[in-house]
């Protein structure tokens, strides 16, 4: 590897030659993302230049105001994945209900979920976004895919991963034979191996991430979490650094390489969290267990969950094995305290 340019195709066609009894399509749902990633990645880099940023005025399911670049990066990755006979369904964080393949194009065996841009609300301030994805085998046999075959725990995908655009535009995925990263070369058009094998450093470097602006809305036990992480609890412990960008693609990116542990907990507000089990935790936590991590919701490990809603909300602690269950730990204890 350290002598040869590896590509992503390359990477693919390699790890499909390992599946004897593969038929190709997963590779083909996987070189039709790299496509629409290259897309993005295209205006994102022009964003300031041309009329893309700002928002439309619309909402999404949320209750969230669309971003523009939103809405091409939604309609980019639909336009890529919908035709390619590898894909019984779709469903998207900005689109309410099932995204269906049109009846003119056929219908192949795996499902789609995805969020088209995460962290859009920082585009304007160049700070880095992506896309996330991930990857199911369909559970039912009816050529449009069902809500059934969405729903889906996260222990089930078949591939899931990210694209970050940042200084850099890169792509970390796993078909659950390890994570492997690769950084766009934008002189040739290629994603080009530069993290293979990536596993989350043990013992990582003491960083805890999380938005502390939200403080005094969370649980005793998510503060005296925190409070022991910075080193101001009252035995003093503790003492890591505090970094969070607020783009959650960023966060988990700087959290796989150098370690340590990702919080969005629920609040007062927001009790059963504010981030996407299907489009955002659910992939997330399968790269972090792949490359050595745990992900869970406070209690409970993310790919376990069985997903109820298309748009359901979860809690997520995510990271160094070590700290998550550390996490765990004060949260049940505080529980125990209350009950």
């Excluded at 995460?118 to 976004?129: E, F, K």
């Excluded at 036990?221 to 959650?248: A, D, I």
């Excluded at 298309?310 to 998550?324: A, D, S």
Aim: with cysteine; proline share 5%; hydrophobic share 35%.
């Amino acid at each position: 590897m350290d002598r040869y340019v590896v590509t992503l195709g390359r990477f693919i066609l390699e790890e499909e030659r390992l599946h004897p009894g593969a038929t190709g399509a997963l590779t083909s749902v996987l070189y039709d993302l790299t496509l629409a990633a290259k897309l993005i990645h295209r205006e994102v880099t022009k964003a300031g230049l041309v009329d893309i940023l700002g928002k439309t005025g619309k909402g999404n399911v949320h209750g969230e105001e669309v971003q523009k670049l939103d809405e091409y990066a939604h309609e980019v990755v639909f336009n890529a994945m919908d035709h390619g006979g590898n894909l019984c369904v779709m469903a998207s964080e900005e689109e309410e209900g099932l995204i269906t393949i049109p009846e003119k194009f056929p219908t192949g065996e795996y499902v789609l979920l995805f969020d088209p841009l995460d962290g859009s609300s920082n585009i304007d301030a160049n700070i880095s976004i992506g896309t996330i994805f991930s990857i199911h085998r369909r559970v039912t046999e009816a050529r449009d895919g069902t809500l059934e075959d969405c729903l889906q725990p996260g222990s089930r995908q078949v591939a899931a991963g990210y694209v970050m655009y940042g200084s850099s535009t890169v792509l970390v995925y796993t078909t659950g034979n390890g994570v492997h990263g690769f950084t766009l070369d934008p002189s040739i058009g290629e994603f080009l191996l530069s993290h293979p094998e990536i596993r989350i450093p043990d013992p990582g470097k003491r960083i805890y991430s999380v938005n502390e602006g939200n403080f005094p809305y969370w649980s005793t036990g998510q503060q005296k979490l925190v409070e022991w992480f910075r080193g101001t609890g009252p035995n003093g412990q503790g003492g890591f650094s505090q970094r969070y960008v607020g783009s959650l693609v960023a966060d988990f990116h700087r959290t796989l390489l150098y370690g340590g542990i990702f919080m969005y907990p629920g609040d007062r507000r927001s009790p059963k969290g504010k981030l996407r089990l299907l489009y955002e935790a659910s992939p997330l936590a399968f790269l972090c267990e792949q490359a050595g991590g745990r992900a869970t919701n406070g209690t409970r490990d993310i790919l376990s969950i069985q997903p109820e809603a298309l748009h359901q909300r979860t809690p997520l602690f995510m990271g160094n094995r070590e700290w998550v269950d550390f996490a765990g730990t004060v949260l049940a204890g505080d529980e125990a305290a209350q009950d």
